[in-house]
């Protein structure tokens, strides 16, 4: 199977990881650099970072399983299945404008709110919208992964990804804002542009495909037609030497006989082939279409006979990616600085009836939009299924097996998930990606762009989580490039090259994740993407050249 593809370059990333902390001596900056000689990691290891990356990201994990239980019960619901035919036939005529509007809307999620992560609540419904518009799944990855990475690299508001990143470089959160909302434009002009010429290439190869097919059959066609003239003559000319050799009358007879058992053998013959043929024509066309078919059967609900009102549904998810939207914008001091939402959260929980706090004790303690976390998703997620069934009469153990359903789908992306921070773990715990930092930074003097680059995407590919990233490096970085002129570059360099990596990083969460679930092998999707991270790539590097020369 090839989902198994994507937990073994998992596992071998994480054993690299383990050779390397063997190879390389550990150090760690905390006021100036601290050489730890060799700090291995064991066997023993490899099984208790698991548990460590559970207590500490576990609640990732459990994220992936309430997103596959979600969709196991709206897959129960069959106006959501209707919901996607009518969303898929209406953008009929209009695919390539879709497919652009989903590449813009997630890369803004990301870029703003800085949710590469928690914009999986939506994965599962763009990709099937993706394969019933007729694409194929690497179409799927182009668009989810495509979008994410570029959302990253031009990442404008999200405090969450870049905090870390402006707080060591004393940078205002709006550095080069101007900058990176070019490289965000960029960047998503490019995902859209090689993802539809992907999808263009890709259907040019099925009709050429199916011309090859045709040309074949009918070229075995005029083969047979032409072996079985050679068979008729064959046997006109025994026929003449028998009649030589018998009487008028018997010959006549017999003459009259094999003729017409010829004339009926030479027709069926030729019907036979024909339909024989034709089959093979069908046959082919049918295997394509259940090709196609079984690809979508996997990843979109069950299609429905009965028709289903679904604006209920419409109006549910529409509230739910709305809420999701405010919740993870950075309103208040990290972000736009407007205090609404927290004035709003303030007065809910300062609410008194008859001196009662009510609302205070009935929610909780619970943040206000601009300052939410994936954790706090779970409520709305829950409510929006609960109204979705009772709306649509959905059993509690209909409710109920459906979410087992998907939960147990959704395992072992979860399980990627905590290899993932295990690999972050282990690479915390065993620090060698400093000393290699180190060595490069010391071939030049002062600030280098060449250096600067590699050192970011090291980074990026060491560390799973960018905020780890950022922490493991650029602390020593500003300690030995001392020049602060440089350093809104330089964060432009370390921000950029870290979404740019997590388009191909087998330590991409985001990445690895989707393509398990896709069913992409790793090899399957570098040929695919390989184009879109060089142009990035050169993008980046004029973009970063300009702004190093001006």
């Known amino acids: 199977m090839r989902k198994h593809n994507i937990v073994k370059v998992v596992l071998i990333t994480l054993l690299v990881f383990l050779v390397l902390s063997w190879i390389l001596p550990a150090a760690y900056y905390s006021g100036e650099y601290i050489d730890q000689g060799r700090v291995q990691m064991g066997l023993f290891d490899l099984f208790n970072y698991p548990l460590t990356a559970l207590a500490y990201f576990g609640y990732i994990a459990l994220y992936v399983i309430l997103v596959g239980g979600f969709y196991g019960v709206l897959y129960k619901i069959p106006a959501y299945r209707s919901f996607l035919d009518k969303f898929a036939g209406a953008m009929k005529g209009k695919s390539s404008i879709w497919l652009s509007v989903m590449v813009v809307l997630i890369a803004l999620i990301v870029s703003v709110c800085g949710m590469q992560f928690g914009i999986a609540l939506f994965i599962p419904f763009i990709v099937s919208l993706i394969l019933l518009m007729g694409y194929d ?8 992964v495509g979008s994410i990475s570029v959302g990253l690299i031009g990442t404008t508001y999200a405090n969450n990804n870049i905090g870390i990143l402006t707080q060591i470089c004393g940078l205002e959160m709006n550095y080069q804002i101007g900058v990176r909302f070019i490289l965000l434009l960029v960047g998503v002009v490019l995902v859209i542009f090689n993802t539809l010429m992907y999808a263009k290439h890709n259907h040019m190869v099925i009709k050429i495909e199916k011309k090859t097919v045709k040309r074949a059959e009918k070229a075995e066609k005029e083969e047979k ?43 069926t013959s030729k019907k036979s082939s024909k339909n024989a043929n034709k089959a093979a024509l069908k046959s082919e066309d049918i295997i394509v279409v259940k090709e196609s078919d079984s690809e979508v059967d996997e990843l979109v609900p069950t299609v429905v006979d009965s028709k289903h009102s679904v604006w209920p549904f419409i109006v549910v998810f529409c509230l739910l990616f709305i809420v999701f939207t405010l919740a993870f914008i ?33 929610l ?25 069934a009772i709306i649509y009469k959905v059993s509690i153990d209909d409710v109920f097996e459906g979410f087992k359903e998907g939960a147990k789908k959704a395992f072992v992306p979860a399980l990627i998930v905590l290899l993932m921070y295990t690999i972050l773990v282990a690479v915390v715990y065993h620090p060698f990606q400093l000393v290699i930092y180190k060595a490069i930074i010391g071939l030049t003097k002062g600030f280098n762009i060449a250096t600067t680059t590699v050192v970011a995407v090291l980074s990026a590919f060491f560390n799973s989580d960018i905020s780890y990233a950022f922490q493991g490096v650029v602390p020593y970085y500003t300690s030995v490039i001392t020049n602060v002129d440089n350093y809104s570059v330089v964060a432009i360099i370390f921000q950029s090259m870290y979404g740019l990596t997590m388009l191909i990083a087998p330590t991409s969460l985001a990445l690895m994740v989707i393509l398990y679930y896709l069913d992409i092998r790793f090899k399957d999707w570098f040929k695919a993407v390989w184009k879109l991270l060089l142009e990035l790539f050169v993008v980046l590097l004029i973009v970063i050249i300009i702004l190093t020369l001006i």
């Open 364 to 388: 909780g303690s619970f943040n206000a939009f601009g300052s939410w976390t994936i954790t706090d998703m779970f409520l709305p997620m829950t409510l929006a299924i609960l109204v979705l």
């Open 330 to 362: 950075p309103w208040g001091d990290n972000g736009f600085k407007i205090s609404l939402f927290d004035d709003i959260t303030s007065s809910i929980n300062n609410f008194k009836l008859f001196g009662f706090p009510l609302f205070a004790k009935v």
């Open 137 to 144: 799944r690497i179409v799927a990855a182009l668009v989810t």
């Open 225 to 267: 037609v032409v072996s079985s003239k050679a068979a008729s003559v064959s046997e006109k000319t025994e026929e003449k030497k028998s009649t030589s050799k018998s009487t008028a009358s018997k010959t006549a007879a017999k003459k009259s006989t094999s003729s017409k058992k010829t004339t009926s053998k030479k027709s």
